[in-house]
C-alpha cells in the first residue's frame, strides 16, 4: 500500500484515489505469493468443490491464477481487457469448454468494472463462472452492486477496513491521514485530493 493524499493517483477508471494498493508486488515475495495462492486453493475447495477451470483476469490475476491452477491440476485460462488486435484477435486466451465451471481469479476490486468484462467474455465463450475471487477489495457499494447486478459472486482475502486497521496498528498513517483516508472512502467518485 502506497499513500500519497498530497499526490493522489488516478485509477484506471479516472478516480482519483490517496491510496494505491499494488497486489503485484505479492509475486516477489515467495512466502507471501504461496500464502495467496493457499488461501485462494482453500476458498475455492470450500465454495466451489466441482470446479474445473480456473482463469486469470490480465494482467493482475493472471500469474494468481496459474499458482491457483497449478495446486489443483486444473486447465487455466486468462481474460484480456479487449480483443487483440492482431493474430486470432482473442481476448480469451486457452480453451474454454462449453458449460466449464470455472472460478475467476482476479488481484483487486475497486469498481468492478474490468473483473466483471472478464466474466462476459468468458460466458460469451460458453464458460460457467461460478464465481470471482481476489486478493482485496476497496468495498465500494459500486462494486457491490456491479457484482450483484451482473448474478457473480464474488469474494476477497482481504479489505479496505482490514488494511486500514493494520496500517494504523503499524503506524503507516497518522489520524490526519485517516480523516483523508475516510473522506475519500465516502465518495470516491468525487474526491479530489
Known sequence: ???????????????????????????????????????????????????????GVATGGI???????????????YVRSGKKSHGRQNQVEGVVKPGEKTVVIEDLISTGGSSLTAVEALKEKGANVMGLLAIFTYGFQASVDAFSQAG????????YSLLI?????????????????????????????
Open 1 to 55: 500500500m502506497v499513500l500519497k493524499p498530497s499526490t493522489p493517483f488516478t485509477w484506471a477508471s479516472g478516480w482519483k484515489s490517496p491510496i494505491y494498493c499494488d497486489n503485484r508486488l505479492v509475486l516477489s515475495y515467495p512466502e507471501i505469493r504461496n500464502y495467496v495462492a493457499d488461501a485462494f486453493v482453500t476458498h475455492i475447495k470450500e465454495s466451489y468443490p466441482d470446479v474445473e477451470s480456473i482463469s
Open 63 to 77: 500469474a494468481q491464477g496459474a499458482l491457483v491452477a497449478e495446486r489443483l491440476g486444473l486447465p487455466m485460462t
Open 152 to 159: 457473480v459472486p464474488m469474494a476477497t482475502l482481504s479489505n
Open 165 to 193: 486497521e493494520e496500517a494504523l496498528a503499524n503506524n503507516y498513517v497518522t489520524q490526519e491521514q485517516l480523516g483523508t483516508l475516510e473522506k475519500w472512502r465516502e465518495s470516491p467518485g468525487e474526491w479530489q485530493g
